[in-house]
């Protein structure tokens, strides 16, 4: 049950995208047999690690965010490659900057802690004190050689050829070829693109491009809330959630863990699965001080148009449940909402989750009593002085002289 609002237009985005034949649903596809998928279920998500199911869910609904990506999880798709000859074969290896390669090593020592005392004294360009460094030997053509130079430079159209190697400043001792694992290849971007002989004198160590393994390997995975996880195992059936110890989660029992983990996850399913029902795609919309911003078809091809406030309150009264209330919503926080919302062109809208007066905890503790609540929609716009006494004049019969 809800009231009839006022439709936005969907403001479309500039980048055109073409729609695929993918269905909205994840399998209901006619030349397609259901799909089934699995997730785990990992503090505040539930993690799809496999790349095919993620992308599934992803492009048949818009399910979930990528770990690395800004929505679809296409990180390692995006990432720049190089081919490097090897055993008179061309293999495809993955292009890291620097500052990155010592990040990761970073991480490598806070997780496993490795020794890795050389990087105590690096900074992100791989500068620091020479005294106590290793300087191998002059680099040879297995190192770096006219083909690494080539390759580099047609990498990139705006860089510059690599300079000669400067003899006198002596090589980071990290700055050698890992031949048997290597799956990157490791550049100083800053050397490649507009520094010159002098401007890599000023430094203690230099680095040239080098094939390494990456020492904390990360891989992407598609992340989804709360909300989205149950609506796939209840509302559509197709996804398989785990818990730590890879047991599968009946229904119930996905519930009752979802509920206990977070206060506010009853009426934000219910809205939930009342706007997916409606045909919007509903995403976190924590970014403009809200639960929920609706979209049309998905990110790709549309903005958002709404941004959504749930709450959960009582039947008859409409009075706001202080048990499920996770904010305090004074004018002046309204006022805020309403204008930073309308900055970016998307209409306040709130979602009031009515809870039935004769319903008990035990209730609330199954996923059978989502069909006992009620929706009720309300629309906020900011009331203008200017455009409201245009509008009257231009309804008034003009004057006669």
Not at 347 to 365: A, N
């Amino acid at each position: 049950m809800s009231q009839t609002m006022a439709i936005k237009i969907p403001v479309p985005r500039k980048k055109k995208w073409q729609k695929t034949e993918h269905s909205f649903t994840p399998f209901a596809h006619k030349s397609r047999k259901m799909g089934f998928y699995s997730g785990t279920l990992r503090g505040n998500h539930v993690v799809v690690e496999y790349s095919g199911d993620a992308y599934d869910l992803y492009t048949k609904g818009c399910f979930g965010k990528g770990s690395l990506s800004r929505s679809l999880p296409e990180f390692q798709n995006l990432q720049p490659v190089i081919d490097i000859p090897k055993d008179n074969e061309l293999i495809q290896l993955k292009i890291m900057k620097l500052s990155r390669y010592f990040t990761h090593l970073k991480w490598k020592k806070c997780v496993s802690n490795d020794d890795l005392s050389i990087l105590d004294d690096e900074d992100d360009d791989g500068s620091g004190d020479a005294e106590h460094k290793v300087v191998p030997d002059e680099p040879t053509e297995s190192s770096v050689g006219a083909k690494t130079d080539e390759t580099i430079t047609k990498y990139s159209k705006d860089t510059k050829p690599l300079s000669q190697v400067n003899k006198n400043i002596p090589l980071h001792p990290l700055c050698k070829i890992d031949e048997d694992a290597a799956n990157v290849f490791v550049v100083d971007q800053r050397r490649l693109k507009s520094e010159t002989v002098e401007d890599n004198s000023r430094r203690s160590t230099q680095w040239l491009p080098s094939l390494k393994q990456d020492p904390y390997s990360m891989g992407e995975v598609l992340l989804l809330i709360y909300e989205e996880a149950f609506f796939l195992t209840y509302g559509l059936g197709c996804l398989l959630v785990k818990d730590n110890q890879g047991n599968p989660l009946k229904i119930s029992e996905m519930w009752k863990k979802l509920y206990k983990n977070r206060s506010d996850f009853l009426p934000n399913y219910i809205a939930y699965h009342y706007y997916r029902s409606q045909g919007w795609i509903p995403k976190p919309g924590i970014k403009f001080g809200c639960d929920f911003i609706l979209y049309k078809d998905g990110q790709l091809f549309y903005h958002a148009t709404y941004s959504v406030l749930v709450l959960m309150v009582e039947e008859g009264s409409l009075e706001e449940d202080p048990r499920w209330s996770v904010r305090n919503l004074d004018w002046m926080t309204l006022a805020g909402l309403d204008r930073m919302n309308e900055h970016v062109s998307k209409q306040l809208m709130f979602c009031y989750v009515i809870k039935p007066k004769d319903i008990s905890e035990e209730e609330l503790l199954s996923p059978n009593c989502i069909s006992r609540f009620k929706v009720q929609e309300i629309l906020m716009s900011r009331w203008i002085s200017s455009q409201d006494r245009e509008k009257k004049n231009e309804k008034l019969p003009e004057e006669f002289p």
